[in-house]
């Protein structure tokens, strides 16, 4: 995120916004892990199947949809407040493109309902409903998201993400205190939480505004001075392009789709019924991923850091931080192997009675996660040298892989998953490299990425 002018003399000195961002990130991430659980223990492992793939589509779909929505609002008002132009044409701008992309989803979850509600819920309809009201609420959060971000005000985003992740558990829990056990009733908090945080949020930045406490934020140190717009700039000039805005999803809807596709492929190999591995496989790659939650945490101060890099011209750095930071990747990934070797199925245990799954198919999931993380470490280098294209590559030819490896003769269901996530993982991490070798020789041997004088932008 770019910052807005320096502050002044006697101005509030800038906050820095990742501890906040951390601590909501966090309690975000546990919530949804005693949630899952809740939902586990209440009803058990069969009955909360359909939760559990409504959540996974939550964290799949309604993400990799709106999540550009967020991302092209908060750079594009970040732009024009640089400027001290008006963000109102902006938003109204995004709005309607996030209005027009729900609208087109909503026609084609429409037209799919049947085989929807058959193959992910077990033709339970109530919960393809849920989701079309999931797709709802997720406009309306990563619309305000981006909206907070992009005006600098993280604390009122760290409010958002840790009242969603209360608001969820909170719902279960007194339901489940009332003696509810229908797992529809218990899985409308998925969508209302996100509403109703959006809500919280913006009643509190409008507080903080008016009484006065709001700081300037910083997430690079000082102030950004733009050095003009940026690629997918729109000619009316609001930092909204429809070529920004198409690759932006394209990338974030093949990444959730890949991420995702184990559980997709459970339910079409079971034919969409309801049982306790699909409940059980959501739980363990949940438990699995715990460090690219973490992960996520830092993947902006990465492009960031490498941005500066590339507008620098200090491509053999960039190259080599990219290396470092894999290399330490890869080393924290064979501890986390071998803790989740050793105490995965217990941890699995938590979440109900019926979950379980064989500490190798585990074992498999979290490999897969640590070279999910490798790979997402090497495409903030791609993205900072503007290969977005080259970047995307990478998920596709890891969703092909995934494939190849899941249809092959597996005697076990697990292992085909877990096998086909770590293969498909590792092909993504592959390309990606080569992509990023690629385009640091190209560019070294083009210049294409010549230094930057003092006063540009290193943060597009």
């Not at 005693?34 to 589509?57: C, E, I, K, Q, R």
């Not at 739980?283 to 101060?301: C, E, K, Y």
Request: aromatic share 6%; with cysteine.
């Amino acid at each position: 995120m770019t910052a807005s002018a320096s502050p002044g003399e006697g101005a509030p000195t800038p906050r820095n916004p990742v501890v906040g961002l951390a601590a909501g990130t966090i309690v975000l991430g546990a919530s949804n892990y005693v949630y899952l659980a809740l939902v586990g223990n209440v009803v058990g492992g069969v009955a909360s199947a359909p939760v559990s793939v409504l959540w996974t589509m939550m964290a799949g779909l309604a993400v990799g949809l709106f999540q550009p929505v967020e991302q092209l609002l908060s750079r594009a008002l970040a732009r024009r407040r640089a400027r001290g132009l008006d963000v109102r044409p902006t938003m109204r701008r995004v709005a309607l493109l996030a209005g027009g992309l729900l609208v087109a989803s909503l026609i084609v979850l429409a037209v799919a309902s049947e085989p929807a509600s058959r193959l992910l819920f077990s033709g339970r309809s109530e919960f393809t409903l849920l989701l079309a009201a999931g797709l709802v609420s997720s406009t309306v959060l990563f619309f305000v998201r981006g909206w907070l971000a992009g005006r600098g005000r993280f604390g009122s985003y760290a409010v958002e993400m840790a009242s969603e992740g209360l608001l969820k558990v909170g719902a279960v829990a007194v339901l489940a205190a009332a003696g509810v056990r229908d797992p529809v009733v218990l899985a409308v908090s998925l969508v209302v939480a996100p509403l109703a945080a959006s809500a919280v949020a913006v009643l509190v930045s409008k507080a903080a505004r008016r009484s006065g406490s709001l700081v300037p934020v910083t997430s690079t140190g000082g102030a950004v001075t733009e050095a003009g717009p940026g690629p997918g700039v729109d000619a009316a000039g609001t930092g909204v392009g429809l070529r920004s805005f198409a690759a932006l999803t394209t990338g974030s809807l093949l990444l959730q789709v890949f991420v995702n596709a184990g559980v997709l492929l459970t339910q079409l190999s079971v034919d969409g019924q309801a049982t306790a591995f699909t409940a059980s496989l959501v739980a363990g790659l949940a438990i699995a991923r715990i460090p690219l939650f973490l992960f996520n945490a830092v993947q902006s101060f990465l492009l960031t850091r490498f941005t500066v890099d590339a507008q620098a011209g200090r491509l053999r750095s960039l190259a080599r931080s990219v290396v470092v930071w894999n290399a330490v990747v890869l080393v924290l990934g064979v501890v986390w192997v071998v803790l989740v070797d050793v105490a995965g199925a217990s941890a699995l245990s938590f979440f109900g009675p019926d979950y379980e799954l064989a500490t190798r198919q585990l074992v498999l999931l979290a490999a897969s996660c640590v070279f999910q993380i490798a790979t997402m470490v090497t495409v903030q280098g791609l993205l900072a040298l503007h290969r977005d294209r080259t970047s995307v590559l990478a998920w596709p030819v890891g969703l092909v892989v995934l494939l190849v490896v899941f249809v092959l003769p597996w005697a076990d269901l697990g292992v085909a998953v877990g096998g086909a996530m770590l293969a498909g993982t590792l092909a993504t991490f592959v390309t990606a490299a080569v992509g990023l070798a690629w385009s640091v020789r190209r560019d070294a041997t083009s210049g294409s990425h010549a230094p930057v004088g003092a006063d540009a932008d290193p943060v597009h």
